[in-house]
């Protein structure tokens, strides 16, 4: 079974740097997604950036990039020019393309706190 | 475009008392649809998901129960609410692999 870890509880960085959030997989699978979600304080979950894993490039949505190691089934999340309405939880998410119908393992989350 | 409806945004219901959860999909056909629970300070597991009308698939033994009686439209039920079932409750759509669009969730308190 897949499982996804974030060994990182909680996080915090100053307005304006750089951070990165950890996240490692585990899957026997070559064909996968990754996804990052935020979830603010209002607790809507939403979709920050998605990675395929065949793609060697590492996806970037904005300030948002992953640093993708297929070997080494790493999957960090970096925050460039943090603001204030970055703070929330960060999910990491692995989805197979066989088996359960798309469904997605989450990790148990990052609490991420921008400060000014 | 799509959109995802989920309500109510809070309930507080007494332990032994049934609970229904609704979600509503619009701007698509056929989704995929989830029922997801967040413990505090967890992460999400995954409750049910169904591929089309009348499959559910569960994947957490428990007293709680999903239904799909349209396409677009995805209920979370109990006949009989512990103090355990009580979370965050996320519904979600997702069509292929690009991943969910989630609503806004349940936040529910069985006391």
């Known amino acids: 079974a897949q499982t996804v870890t974030q060994s990182q509880p909680e996080m915090s960085v100053q307005e304006a740097e750089t951070v990165t959030l950890s996240c490692t997989y585990d899957?026997?699978?070559?064909?996968?997604?990754l996804f990052w979600y935020k979830q603010p304080p209002s607790r809507q979950m939403i979709l920050v950036i998605r990675?395929?894993?065949?793609?060697?490039q590492n996806a970037t949505e904005n300030r948002f990039s992953v640093n993708f190691q297929k070997a080494a089934k790493s999957f960090s999340l970096k925050i460039s020019d943090s603001q204030l309405g970055d703070t929330a939880m960060y999910f990491c998410?692995?989805?197979?393309?066989?088996?359960?119908?798309?469904?997605?393992?989450f990790g148990k989350g990052t609490k991420l706190s921008v400060k000014p | 475009s799509q959109t995802i409806h989920q309500w109510p945004a809070t309930l507080v219901q007494p332990v032994g008392s049934p609970l229904s959860l609704e979600c509503t999909v619009e701007?698509?056909?056929?989704?995929?649809l989830y029922w997801y629970r967040q413990a505090a300070g967890r992460g999400l597991q995954l409750l049910f998901y169904?591929?089309?009308?009348?499959?559910i698939s569960s994947e957490v033994p428990q007293n709680l129960s999903a239904s799909r009686p349209q396409d677009r439209q995805f209920i979370l039920s109990s006949k009989k609410l512990l103090l355990s079932d009580s979370g965050f409750y996320l519904c979600?759509?997702?069509?292929?692999?690009?991943?969910?669009?989630f609503g806004s969730g349940t936040r529910l308190t069985v006391v």
């Open positions: 701007g698509t056909s056929n989704p995929n």
């Open positions: 990675q395929e894993a065949y793609k060697q």
């Open positions: 979600a759509w997702s069509r292929e692999f690009y991943g969910y669009t």
């Open positions: 998410a692995f989805m197979s393309l066989g088996g359960s119908q798309g469904n997605l393992i």
């Open positions: 169904s591929v089309g009308i009348g499959q």
């Open positions: 899957t026997s699978e070559s064909n996968y997604y």
